[in-house]
């Protein structure tokens, strides 16, 4: 069983910054690609942003520029540096995992998510 546990959302104002983290712990052999996803409300899950073991990166258009997604390997979490932040990105924050368990099984694991709310 593995688990994944975010921290560091917040309310703060438009302009400003926030970094959120994200744990992964369990029966974890590794973790390949790990990644940020938000979700607005009445609205669909979006990618965010993703950060390979080698750390390669991906991002969406609308956040090039003003987020940087980081990994620590060695303690198996992921970072979101928020900045510059728009009200727009008001959202539940989830991290995401393709991790490898123990056993060699890959799951795809995800946090219970994070609020970050702008405000104008």
């Known amino acids: 069983q593995v688990q ?28 390949d690609t790990m990644g940020w996803y938000r979700q ?3 609205k669909q899950r979006e990618f965010v942003a993703t950060v390979t073991r080698g750390g390669n990166t991906n991002f969406q258009d609308s956040v ?9 390997n060695a303690k198996n979490m992921v970072y979101l540096q928020m900045n510059s ?13 393709s991790i490898t368990t123990l056993n060699r099984r890959k799951v ?6 994070t609020q970050v709310t702008v405000s104008s």
Do not use: H, M
């Not at 090039?64 to 620590?72: A, K, P, V």
């Open 4 to 31: 994944l546990v975010e921290s560091g959302g917040g309310l703060v104002q438009a302009g400003e910054s926030l970094r959120l983290s994200c744990t992964a712990s369990g029966i974890i052999y590794n973790i």
């Open 40 to 42: 607005a409300p009445r």
């Open 64 to 72: 090039e520029g003003r987020f940087t997604i980081s990994r620590d």
């Open 85 to 97: 932040l728009k009200p727009e990105n008001t959202a539940v924050y989830y991290c995401s995992g």
């Open 108 to 113: 795809e694991a995800w946090g219970q998510g």
